[in-house]
């Protein structure tokens, strides 16, 4: 019976100084890797959440700029109008303000997350030999967060041309 109690004690013995030194550098050493993981994750879900919202914001500003253009009667939902460029008129460019959803603020511009730019010049091709171009780039550009200092400002840039109609 004496040889069965001694198996017994090795068998159940504790932990000793060096493991538990061990685990608690390895647990040490990887949670603020972990943490730090998750933070980055975070940061660059904002990040991809603020980029597809530009995107809308793009197509938003493009459909205003196109129903403008196509009906001069429509009243423009900003107090600026980007009139449909000619050869005649210089590059003439309006600003919006855009919130955190991505919606237009037309008055309380002190909400605007989104700063957009929107400028409308005469794009007349090579072959085409006119003063009046039938065509317009349009380049929008959006700077996020608008309060912040320029070189704070995550900037994106797009460009179309249209015709008067969209086409």
Not at 64 to 80: A, H, L, P, Y
Not at 85 to 98: E, G, H, L, Q
Not at 133 to 141: F, G, M, N, T, Y
Request: hydrophobic share 35%; charged share 25%.
């Amino acid at each position: 019976m004496n040889t069965k109690r001694s198996i017994n004690d090795r068998t159940k013995r504790g932990t000793t100084l060096t493991e538990v030194v061990i685990a608690l550098s390895v647990i040490a050493f990887s949670v603020p890797l972990i943490l730090g993981a998750t933070g980055g994750a975070h940061q660059s879900r904002q990040d991809a959440e603020a980029d597809t919202r530009a995107i809308w914001i793009v197509g938003d500003v493009k459909r205003r700029v196109i129903n403008k253009w196509s009906t001069d009667t429509q009243r423009s939902d900003v107090e600026e109008t980007l009139i449909f460029p000619s050869s005649a008129t210089p590059k003439n460019t309006i600003k919006m303000f855009y919130d955190k959803q991505g919606s237009l603020i037309e008055h309380d511009h002190e909400k605007g997350v989104y700063l957009v730019t929107v400028e409308a010049s005469p794009y007349v091709r090579t072959h085409y030999y006119s003063d009046i171009s039938p065509l317009a780039r349009v380049i929008i550009k959006i700077q996020q967060p608008a309060k912040s200092s320029s070189d704070r400002q995550k900037k994106l840039t797009y460009q179309f041309v249209s015709n008067r109609y969209g086409f």
